[in-house]
C-alpha cells in the first residue's frame, strides 16, 4: 500500500494503477520536493507527495484537477486539491485496505 504508485492512486491522481506507475515513471511526481520517478518507491509516515510545479499545466493534470474535487482519499492520506498535493499520515491498517482479492487462495498457492 506504501508504494509511490499506490500512494499516487489512492490519492486520487491517476484513474488506475497502471496510470500511476506511467505517471510516476515520466517523473510527474515529487516526494518531500524530491522529484521521485521510481514507482516502487516506499513512502513513510509523514512523506508529502505533490505534482510538480513544472508538470501541473499539462492537459493531462487539468483533468485530474476536476476529478480530485470530488475524490476522497482513505483515512491514512491527506490530500490538498487545490496544491494537488498529499501526504501519508499513518500506516494503512488491515480494515482500511479494500478486500479486492481471495487471501485464502494465496496462501494456499505458497503452501505448496
Given at each position: 500500500?506504501?508504494?509511490?504508485?499506490?500512494?499516487?492512486?489512492r490519492l486520487g491522481f491517476a484513474?488506475?494503477?497502471?496510470?500511476?506507475?506511467?505517471?510516476?515513471?515520466?517523473?510527474?511526481f515529487a516526494v518531500n520536493g524530491?522529484?521521485t520517478n521510481i514507482p516502487s518507491?516506499?513512502?513513510?509516515?509523514?512523506?508529502?507527495?505533490?505534482?510538480?510545479?513544472?508538470?501541473?499545466?499539462?492537459?493531462?493534470?487539468?483533468?485530474?484537477?476536476?476529478?480530485?474535487?470530488?475524490?476522497?482519499?482513505?483515512?491514512?492520506?491527506?490530500?490538498?486539491?487545490?496544491?494537488?498535493?498529499?501526504?501519508?499520515?499513518?500506516?494503512?491498517?488491515?480494515?482500511?485496505?479494500?478486500?479486492?482479492?481471495?487471501?485464502?487462495?494465496?496462501?494456499?498457492?505458497?503452501?505448496?
Amino acid at each position: 500500500e506504501l508504494r509511490l504508485d499506490n500512494v499516487v492512486y489512492r490519492l486520487g491522481f491517476a484513474p488506475s494503477r497502471a496510470a500511476a506507475r506511467q505517471m510516476v515513471a515520466h517523473g510527474h511526481f515529487a516526494v518531500n520536493g524530491t522529484p521521485t520517478n521510481i514507482p516502487s518507491y516506499a513512502c513513510r509516515i509523514g512523506d508529502r507527495i505533490e505534482v510538480r510545479a513544472s508538470h501541473q499545466e499539462r492537459e493531462l493534470f487539468k483533468t485530474v484537477k476536476e476529478t480530485l474535487r470530488s475524490h476522497t482519499a482513505p483515512d491514512w492520506l491527506s490530500l490538498d486539491a487545490g496544491k494537488m498535493a498529499g501526504s501519508v499520515l499513518a500506516l494503512p491498517r488491515r480494515d482500511q485496505m479494500p478486500l479486492d482479492f481471495n487471501e485464502q487462495l494465496v496462501v494456499e498457492y505458497y503452501s505448496r
